[in-house]
């Protein structure tokens, strides 16, 4: 029988541990990229350049208070002492740090609603100034890289929350009462691992998962690849390194997105310190995707 309740409060105590924030680094560097970038003819709709600063504004809050709880954390055991003051921060910080959180939910969904009404605006909007210039009706512009921008993220961040969701109802499916019967199955894994281990297969695998553990391009350049190709036209570059920023940018992108997937389910799949034949196949499958 389908237990919705239980399954409500595994995914509440799940998101309960994710104090950072919602969004990917890479495109909230683009859509702030954006907003400083922004000017009086480049994009009719104010609220979608508010939405972008804001986003980025929050995010960059987040990243902070992740600073700071880390930092709080290695002073307080510095000393091997942890006095009141530093109890009370540490305490304090995972609320802000929801907040934080709280605060992002209604801006994606601002992001969401003004890319889907220029998106769909039907006649009202245009990426092509001369066509709103000759226009006899009123009609908005905005520039093409502001929408896509806004477009990608939009796409990215309902992508990556859908996949966490099914992340957690998955494992939480698979996690059996029985431990007995789920080392059984740790054992019968290993053991076939073991076995493969010394053949071509075994070797290839071995080669893909350690391949997969990280991107080939650094995050940080990555993500201002990813920025640069959002938030500037490609006519600004006459060479057309632009669409190839773009795509380094959306791999790493998409690297990231699958390692902390499979941080995620390893972390879970530890909870009770046993990895059953479901949890193993998942972790393997996110590694190997990672290389893809």
Known sequence: MFDARGLLQFCWLRYQRRTGSIFLDGLVGGMFLAALLDTDDKCDSKELIGVFFYI????????????????????????????????????????????????????????????????????????????????????????????HIGVITVAFQLVYGLLILATWTVLWAVDRGDDGLERAEERAWREADARQAGTLLGHVKEFLLVVGMQSFFDEQVSGTFLALALALPHSSCN??????????????????????????????????????????????????????
């Open 239 to 292: 060479i057309h390194v632009t669409e190839w920023f773009l795509v380094a940018g959306v791999i790493s992108t998409l690297t990231l997105v699958t390692n902390q997937l499979r941080e995620e389910v390893e972390q879970l799949a530890m909870l009770d310190g046993i990895i059953n034949k479901v949890e193993h196949r998942r972790i393997t499958f996110l590694k190997l995707s990672a290389v893809c």
């Open 56 to 147: 980025g504004m929050a995010h960059f809050c987040s990243l902070v208070l992740v600073d700071l709880a880390d930092y709080s954390q290695e002073a307080a055991g510095a000393d091997g002492v942890e006095t009141r003051l530093e109890r009370l921060v540490q305490g304090a910080l995972p609320y802000l740090l929801h907040l934080v959180r709280l605060f992002q939910f209604p801006l994606l969904a601002a992001l969401s609603y003004f890319v889907l009404r220029i998106q769909f605006g039907g006649a009202a909007w245009t990426h092509d100034k001369t066509e709103k210039a000759e226009s006899q009706e009123l009609m908005m512009y905005c520039e093409a890289n502001t929408v």
